[in-house]
Nanobody, 124 residues
Framework: QVQLVESGGGLVQAGGSLRLSCAASGRTFRNYVMGWFRQAPGKERESVAAISWSGGMTSYADSVKGRFTISRDNAKNTLFLQMNSLKLEDTAVYYC?????????????????WGQGSQVTVSS
């Protein structure tokens, strides 16, 4: 399995921006479809975005389309999530995850490796 470590979370005002990173190690990063998920207090985990191994295909949850951008740097074994125009409802723990599927998927059941999570808090 690949090991994943998120960073870049923090406290930001509504309307602001944050960039999450996810550093991968242990296996060949470029072989994995990657995804971002989040879980807010008292709510179920939800998919945010996913990206193909090459970075050429992406998929987003409707709630973040036009505000968040997922990207990856295979040379640096790193996944990113650029979050703009943040809203109060974006407050959650954000997780990166890796899938061995050949297609882009936002189904959490398709992901076997998970990071420890990074807290994002959006204040008014």
């Amino acid at each position: 399995q690949v090991q994943l470590v998120e960073s870049g979370g923090g406290l930001v005002q509504a309307g602001g921006s944050l960039r999450l990173s996810c550093a991968a190690s242990g296996r060949t990063f470029r072989n994995y479809v990657m995804g971002w998920f989040r879980q807010a207090p008292g709510k179920e985990r939800e998919s945010v975005a996913a990206i193909s191994w090459s970075g050429g295909m992406t998929s987003y949850a409707d709630s973040v389309k036009g505000r968040f951008t997922i990207s990856r740097d295979n040379a640096k074994n790193t996944l990113f999530l650029q979050m703009n125009s943040l809203k109060l409802e974006d407050t959650a723990v954000y997780y990166c995850a890796a899938s061995t599927r050949l297609y882009v998927t936002r189904d959490a059941n398709e992901y076997a490796s998970w990071g420890q999570g990074s807290q994002v808090t959006v204040s008014s």
